[in-house]
């Protein structure tokens, strides 16, 4: 085959191809306009498209099958951003292509979110896209007709593969990614940026160096305070948690009786803010345990385990070591997910308690039941000899809630006030708040027992994922629900409310009288 003519042939569905990509992200929701978007912007979105037509050519030498491949990619792309943006608020970000991982090794947490269904359809069309586009499309090594009067050889089409993703590397990296300006704000750097280059932005500011110290941790503003007093310190991150009466009064009045029982005796409570909407827990983990305002973290905000908190950060935990505090956590989950068991010991942790010390019978749903995690909580602090900081991540009130049903009989024992119709999820969801609720009176109680002074932080990491309920009952505004409480009914304090996530590390610390301020 003529080179010319071999070029040609690549080219016309390379072009289709990328006007389609273009066409793909219109479905965006929100759309990301075409008007507006700088030349870099086209420039990357264009290298993007190039390098992946490049590479799959090489493999399966079919341009057109190639160019439908690549626009698979995107519409991929454009399908989970918009199942995203719908139960979370928030686009695809960069971040968030691990996730394609673990949704492999923890189907159940992602693919319902993303219909398992469409996510079905979506496989089969695909296989079906591969079969079809093998079988009918021939290898352009192959072609021999009266256009193409000889077979093209395998080295000649590697060479122009070769030629086109480096030409493609070239006009991204000289386009400057860094100079397409980003707000950290999701929904609108995708609407200034387009989807491929808004992904290539945020890639590209994760790989920058990470200077740890210029984020003034304010741990390091922190004096030991040298009293020998060291009381047991229990924080539990309560899946899920929040105050659902605020948007829906009608719960039986037991489902929070010890969560107000605990409160009016609490030295602080009241709302907090916190960093994530329906997922994303880490965020919200990460500020606590660190005490860093998202405005500090950069692009790590969005998930600060990936890259940074592996560099070693000042947390909570770090500073109760130097106090002689054993530090350890508890989560009823594999501590590889949000690959935890290498974090944590970064962030100060002497030990991680994680699924393999519960078994099938701990279960309530299809997780491990907040009851048994007090338990161990519990046991815990009855084989402890020294001052100990546990803390707690609980499993049980994670979704999907719409895999779960409740019988009409155990939603009338939730419900003093029936709720609307499209509200099924609301029910599984007060169902597990019970357990929570039982789970924190458990421990109050056990608290109350033992003669070692301790304290008791509790806090929901965000609100839960219940779009219809939402559409049927008002939105929340994203804000959960905290106490500090101490065994020793120390007097109430008053503050304003809500506060900050980061802040409440600090506060539990000044609670407690184990810190105090650096001059």
């Known amino acids: 085959m003529d080179k010319s003519v071999l070029i040609v042939h690549i080219l016309i569905p390379l072009f289709m191809g990328l006007i389609a990509s273009v066409a793909i992200e219109q479905f965006l929701r929100p759309r990301a306009p075409l008007r507006g978007r700088s030349w870099r912007a086209w420039a990357v979105h264009t290298g993007v498209f190039v390098a992946f037509f490049a590479v799959e050519l090489a493999i399966f030498q079919r341009p057109y099958f190639v160019s439908a491949m690549v626009l698979t990619g995107v519409l991929l792309l454009v399908l989970v951003s918009n199942a995203k943006t719908y139960s979370l608020r928030e686009p695809f970000i960069y971040q968030d292509f691990e996730y394609f991982l673990d949704a492999l090794k923890h189907p159940r947490l992602y693919l319902p979110f993303m219909g398992i269904w469409r996510a079905l359809a979506a496989l089969i069309a695909f296989i079906a896209a591969i079969y079809f586009g093998l079988m009918f499309e021939p290898s352009i090594t192959k072609m021999n007709t009266a256009t193409l009067a000889s077979e093209t050889s395998t080295t000649s089409l590697l060479i122009l593969c070769a030629s086109l993703l480096l030409t493609a590397v070239m006009v991204v990296w000289l386009t400057n990614t860094d100079a397409l300006v980003i707000s950290y704000e999701p929904h609108a750097d995708l609407k200034r940026h387009g989807l491929l280059a808004f992904l290539m932005r945020y890639r590209a500011e994760e790989r920058k160096p990470i200077n740890v110290a210029a984020m003034d941790s304010p741990f390091n503003h922190l004096a030991l305070n040298k009293s020998t007093d060291r009381p047991h310190i229990i924080v539990v991150q309560s899946e899920s948690f929040f105050d659902v009466r605020r948007i829906f009064a009608g719960l039986d009045p037991a489902v929070m009786h010890e969560w107000d029982k605990t409160t009016a005796a ?26 860093l305002a998202a405005d500090k973290l950069g692009v790590h905000r969005f998930n600060p385990y990936r890259k940074m908190a592996l560099q070693g950060v000042p947390t909570l935990a770090t500073f109760l070591k130097k106090l002689g505090y054993r530090t350890l956590c508890i989560h009823p989950y594999p501590a590889s997910f949000y690959t935890r068991d290498q974090v944590f010991p970064m962030l100060g942790f002497d030990e991680f308690i994680d699924i393999r010390a519960f078994s099938d019978a701990d279960k309530c749903g299809p997780y491990v039941g907040d009851i048994a995690v007090a338990e161990k909580v519990k046991s815990v602090l009855n084989n402890s000899t020294e001052p100990t900081f546990i803390f707690v991540i609980t499993m049980e009130n994670h979704g999907p809630l719409h895999w779960e049903n409740v019988t009409p009989q155990e939603s009338a024992t939730l419900f003093s006030t029936p709720p609307p119709a499209h509200c099924e999820n609301l029910a599984v969801y007060v169902r597990h708040l019970k357990n929570a609720n039982a789970m924190l009176g458990n421990l109050r109680a056990h608290l109350e027992t033992i003669p070692t002074p301790s304290w008791l932080c509790w806090y929901g990491d965000h609100v839960p994922i219940m779009p219809q309920v939402y559409a049927a009952l008002g939105e929340p505004d994203g804000a959960t629900d905290y106490f500090i409480w101490s065994n020793r009914r120390l007097p109430l304090a008053e503050i304003q409310s809500p506060i900050f996530i980061q802040n409440l590390s600090a506060m539990l610390l000044a609670c407690s009288g184990q810190n105090t301020t650096k001059n």
């Open 266 to 291: 609490a030295t602080i409570s009241g709302r907090v803010e916190v960093a994530a909407w329906g997922a994303n827990t880490v965020r919200t983990e990460f500020a606590f345990l660190s005490g």
